[in-house]
Protein backbone atom coordinates (compact mmCIF):
# COMPACT_ATOMS: atom_id res chain seq x y z
CA UNK A 1 0.00 0.00 0.00
CA UNK A 2 2.85 2.74 1.31
CA UNK A 3 6.21 1.65 1.46
CA UNK A 4 8.41 3.59 4.25
CA UNK A 5 12.70 3.68 4.42
CA UNK A 6 13.91 6.06 6.92
CA UNK A 7 17.81 7.44 6.00
CA UNK A 8 19.86 10.67 7.57
CA UNK A 9 16.85 12.21 8.62
CA UNK A 10 14.38 11.20 5.95
CA UNK A 11 11.09 9.77 5.77
CA UNK A 12 10.66 7.99 2.14
CA UNK A 13 6.68 7.32 1.54
CA UNK A 14 6.11 5.61 -1.28
CA UNK A 15 2.86 4.85 -2.52
CA UNK A 16 2.84 1.33 -3.82
CA UNK A 17 0.02 0.12 -5.51
CA UNK A 18 1.06 0.51 -9.52
CA UNK A 19 -1.52 -1.78 -10.77
CA UNK A 20 -4.05 1.17 -10.19
CA UNK A 21 -1.36 4.33 -10.76
CA UNK A 22 -1.66 4.82 -6.61
CA UNK A 23 -5.55 5.41 -6.65
CA UNK A 24 -6.66 6.96 -3.40
CA UNK A 25 -8.51 4.24 -2.15
CA UNK A 26 -9.86 3.83 2.04
CA UNK A 27 -6.95 1.86 2.65
CA UNK A 28 -4.50 4.08 0.96
CA UNK A 29 -6.18 7.41 2.78
CA UNK A 30 -5.78 5.31 6.28
CA UNK A 31 -1.94 4.48 5.25
CA UNK A 32 -1.21 8.00 4.74
CA UNK A 33 -2.74 9.30 8.41
CA UNK A 34 -1.34 6.29 9.75
CA UNK A 35 2.09 7.03 8.27
CA UNK A 36 1.94 11.09 9.01
CA UNK A 37 0.96 10.50 12.88
CA UNK A 38 3.59 8.03 13.31
CA UNK A 39 6.29 10.11 11.86
CA UNK A 40 5.15 13.57 13.65
CA UNK A 41 5.97 11.93 17.19
CA UNK A 42 9.15 10.37 16.01
CA UNK A 43 11.68 12.71 16.58
CA UNK A 44 14.84 11.04 14.19
CA UNK A 45 12.29 11.96 11.28
CA UNK A 46 12.78 15.86 10.37
CA UNK A 47 11.33 15.81 6.96
CA UNK A 48 8.95 13.47 4.64
CA UNK A 49 8.93 12.71 1.17
CA UNK A 50 5.79 11.27 -0.39
CA UNK A 51 6.68 9.90 -4.29
CA UNK A 52 5.81 6.69 -5.49
CA UNK A 53 7.69 3.28 -6.23
CA UNK A 54 5.70 2.74 -10.07
CA UNK A 55 5.73 4.68 -12.88
CA UNK A 56 3.16 7.04 -11.74
CA UNK A 57 2.45 9.04 -9.17
CA UNK A 58 -1.45 8.91 -8.36
CA UNK A 59 -4.48 8.33 -10.45
CA UNK A 60 -6.64 10.21 -8.19
CA UNK A 61 -9.52 8.70 -6.05
CA UNK A 62 -10.14 5.02 -6.89
CA UNK A 63 -12.91 5.24 -9.64
CA UNK A 64 -13.76 0.99 -8.92
CA UNK A 65 -15.53 2.50 -5.69
CA UNK A 66 -17.31 5.77 -7.45
CA UNK A 67 -20.62 5.44 -9.46
CA UNK A 68 -23.05 3.78 -6.63
CA UNK A 69 -21.85 5.55 -3.90
CA UNK A 70 -25.17 6.43 -0.65
CA UNK A 71 -24.80 10.02 0.33
CA UNK A 72 -23.95 8.90 3.98
CA UNK A 73 -20.83 6.97 2.18
CA UNK A 74 -20.23 9.84 0.29
CA UNK A 75 -20.17 12.28 3.48
CA UNK A 76 -17.94 9.35 5.17
CA UNK A 77 -16.02 9.35 2.05
CA UNK A 78 -15.26 12.94 2.05
CA UNK A 79 -14.37 13.18 6.03
CA UNK A 80 -11.80 10.46 5.35
CA UNK A 81 -10.38 12.93 2.52
CA UNK A 82 -10.63 15.98 4.87
CA UNK A 83 -8.48 13.95 7.60
CA UNK A 84 -5.68 13.01 5.39
CA UNK A 85 -5.99 16.55 3.80
CA UNK A 86 -5.26 18.48 6.89
CA UNK A 87 -2.57 15.91 7.97
CA UNK A 88 -0.16 16.58 5.08
CA UNK A 89 -0.93 20.27 5.12
CA UNK A 90 -0.40 21.00 8.82
CA UNK A 91 2.34 18.55 9.24
CA UNK A 92 4.76 20.10 11.08
CA UNK A 93 7.39 19.42 9.59
CA UNK A 94 9.07 19.98 5.79
CA UNK A 95 6.85 17.38 3.31
CA UNK A 96 8.22 17.10 -0.29
CA UNK A 97 6.45 16.15 -2.93
CA UNK A 98 8.10 13.75 -5.66
CA UNK A 99 6.40 13.75 -8.96
CA UNK A 100 7.02 11.65 -11.32
CA UNK A 101 5.05 10.20 -14.26
CA UNK A 102 1.06 10.86 -14.01
CA UNK A 103 -0.61 12.96 -11.42
CA UNK A 104 -4.21 13.01 -12.14
CA UNK A 105 -7.39 14.96 -9.95
CA UNK A 106 -6.99 14.37 -6.48
CA UNK A 107 -3.28 12.95 -7.09
CA UNK A 108 -2.42 16.69 -7.75
CA UNK A 109 -4.43 17.45 -4.97
CA UNK A 110 -2.67 15.71 -3.05
CA UNK A 111 1.14 16.85 -4.63
CA UNK A 112 -0.34 20.17 -3.58
CA UNK A 113 -0.63 19.24 -0.09
CA UNK A 114 2.78 19.41 0.59
CA UNK A 115 5.41 22.12 1.20
CA UNK A 116 7.81 21.93 -2.31
CA UNK A 117 6.72 19.73 -4.94
CA UNK A 118 9.75 18.10 -7.46
CA UNK A 119 8.64 16.77 -10.39
CA UNK A 120 10.64 14.87 -13.50
CA UNK A 121 10.34 16.35 -16.98
CA UNK A 122 7.94 13.01 -17.87
CA UNK A 123 5.69 14.65 -15.17
CA UNK A 124 1.64 15.49 -16.82
CA UNK A 125 -0.79 16.76 -14.13
CA UNK A 126 -4.36 16.32 -15.35
CA UNK A 127 -7.25 18.04 -13.70
CA UNK A 128 -10.03 15.48 -14.21
CA UNK A 129 -12.79 16.23 -11.74
CA UNK A 130 -14.95 17.03 -14.80
CA UNK A 131 -14.45 14.23 -16.87
CA UNK A 132 -16.52 12.71 -13.79
CA UNK A 133 -18.84 15.59 -13.39
CA UNK A 134 -16.64 16.16 -10.06
CA UNK A 135 -16.24 18.73 -7.97
CA UNK A 136 -12.02 19.58 -6.75
CA UNK A 137 -11.07 18.02 -3.56
CA UNK A 138 -8.08 17.63 -1.23
CA UNK A 139 -8.29 21.29 -0.36
CA UNK A 140 -7.47 21.88 -4.46
CA UNK A 141 -9.70 25.22 -4.06
CA UNK A 142 -7.43 26.64 -1.48
CA UNK A 143 -3.62 25.13 -2.85
CA UNK A 144 -4.51 25.96 -6.42
CA UNK A 145 -5.03 28.95 -6.45
CA UNK A 146 -2.22 30.00 -4.28
CA UNK A 147 -0.21 28.83 -6.78
CA UNK A 148 -1.01 29.46 -9.91
CA UNK A 149 -3.45 32.41 -9.20
CA UNK A 150 -7.52 32.41 -9.51
CA UNK A 151 -8.11 32.70 -12.75
CA UNK A 152 -5.35 29.55 -14.35
CA UNK A 153 -6.64 27.59 -11.24
CA UNK A 154 -10.45 27.57 -12.45
CA UNK A 155 -9.33 27.17 -16.20
CA UNK A 156 -7.52 24.04 -15.39
CA UNK A 157 -10.59 22.86 -13.56
CA UNK A 158 -13.25 23.92 -15.56
CA UNK A 159 -11.49 22.87 -18.83
CA UNK A 160 -10.52 19.25 -17.22
CA UNK A 161 -6.73 20.62 -18.85
CA UNK A 162 -3.89 18.61 -19.02
CA UNK A 163 -0.17 20.01 -18.72
CA UNK A 164 3.47 18.75 -18.31
CA UNK A 165 6.31 19.43 -16.30
CA UNK A 166 7.24 22.36 -18.50
CA UNK A 167 4.13 24.08 -18.55
CA UNK A 168 3.51 23.24 -14.35
CA UNK A 169 6.88 25.05 -13.72
CA UNK A 170 6.13 28.13 -15.64
CA UNK A 171 3.00 28.51 -13.98
CA UNK A 172 4.34 27.38 -10.59
CA UNK A 173 2.53 24.53 -10.12
CA UNK A 174 5.78 22.64 -9.17
CA UNK A 175 8.95 24.19 -7.38
CA UNK A 176 11.29 22.38 -9.41
CA UNK A 177 11.96 20.07 -12.72
CA UNK A 178 14.36 17.29 -12.85
CA UNK A 179 15.31 15.14 -15.14
CA UNK A 180 13.82 11.33 -15.70
CA UNK A 181 16.49 9.28 -15.26
CA UNK A 182 18.22 11.34 -12.37
CA UNK A 183 14.96 12.34 -10.83
CA UNK A 184 15.50 10.85 -7.46
CA UNK A 185 18.75 11.58 -7.02
CA UNK A 186 17.49 15.51 -7.26
CA UNK A 187 14.75 14.31 -4.93
CA UNK A 188 17.17 13.33 -2.19
CA UNK A 189 19.08 16.14 -2.85
CA UNK A 190 16.37 18.18 -1.69
CA UNK A 191 14.81 16.05 0.90
CA UNK A 192 18.68 16.18 2.76
CA UNK A 193 18.40 20.17 2.57
CA UNK A 194 14.61 19.74 4.26
CA UNK A 195 15.98 17.01 6.99
CA UNK A 196 19.05 20.21 7.84
CA UNK A 197 16.27 23.41 8.73
CA UNK A 198 16.27 23.70 11.98
CA UNK A 199 12.82 22.75 13.03
CA UNK A 200 11.40 25.97 14.71
CA UNK A 201 13.20 28.14 12.71
CA UNK A 202 10.97 26.17 10.15
CA UNK A 203 7.62 25.72 12.29
CA UNK A 204 8.22 29.54 13.12
CA UNK A 205 8.27 30.48 9.28
CA UNK A 206 5.25 28.30 8.14
CA UNK A 207 2.87 29.71 10.82
CA UNK A 208 3.59 32.78 9.32
CA UNK A 209 2.22 31.13 5.99
CA UNK A 210 -0.52 29.37 7.87
CA UNK A 211 -3.73 28.98 6.24
CA UNK A 212 -5.26 26.12 7.99
CA UNK A 213 -8.34 28.37 8.33
CA UNK A 214 -8.70 28.92 4.79
CA UNK A 215 -8.12 25.21 4.07
CA UNK A 216 -10.40 23.75 6.51
CA UNK A 217 -13.02 25.92 5.19
CA UNK A 218 -12.25 24.77 1.36
CA UNK A 219 -12.47 21.51 3.04
CA UNK A 220 -15.94 22.10 4.25
CA UNK A 221 -16.97 23.59 0.93
CA UNK A 222 -15.62 20.64 -1.08
CA UNK A 223 -17.04 18.27 1.18
CA UNK A 224 -20.27 19.35 1.00
CA UNK A 225 -20.41 20.34 -2.72
CA UNK A 226 -18.43 16.83 -3.71
CA UNK A 227 -20.90 14.66 -1.62
CA UNK A 228 -23.61 16.14 -3.83
CA UNK A 229 -22.09 15.36 -6.89
CA UNK A 230 -21.21 11.80 -6.30
CA UNK A 231 -24.59 10.98 -5.72
CA UNK A 232 -26.01 13.04 -8.95
CA UNK A 233 -27.25 11.55 -12.23
CA UNK A 234 -24.55 13.90 -14.37
CA UNK A 235 -21.91 11.71 -11.76
CA UNK A 236 -23.36 8.17 -12.81
CA UNK A 237 -23.85 9.20 -16.54
CA UNK A 238 -19.76 10.35 -16.67
CA UNK A 239 -19.03 7.38 -14.57
CA UNK A 240 -20.67 4.65 -16.92
CA UNK A 241 -19.51 6.70 -20.25
CA UNK A 242 -15.82 6.07 -18.48
CA UNK A 243 -16.22 2.72 -18.13
CA UNK A 244 -17.26 1.70 -21.32
CA UNK A 245 -13.48 3.47 -22.94
Known sequence: MISEQQADGVL????????????????????????????????????????????????????????????????????????????????????????????????????????????????VFTFSFMKLALGPDWGLTETLPRRVGASTAKRLLLFAERIDAAAALRMRLIDHKTSTEGFYEELAGHALTAASIPLKAYASVKAQFDNSTQLDAALQTESELQTYRFVSDEHKRAFEKLKLK
Open 12 to 123: WLRLNQPEVRNALSVKMREALIDAFIRARDNETIRAVVLTTSGPDFCAGGDIRTMGSLTTQKARERMAAVSEAAMMIAMYPKPVIAGVRGHAAGAGVSLALLADYIVASEDA
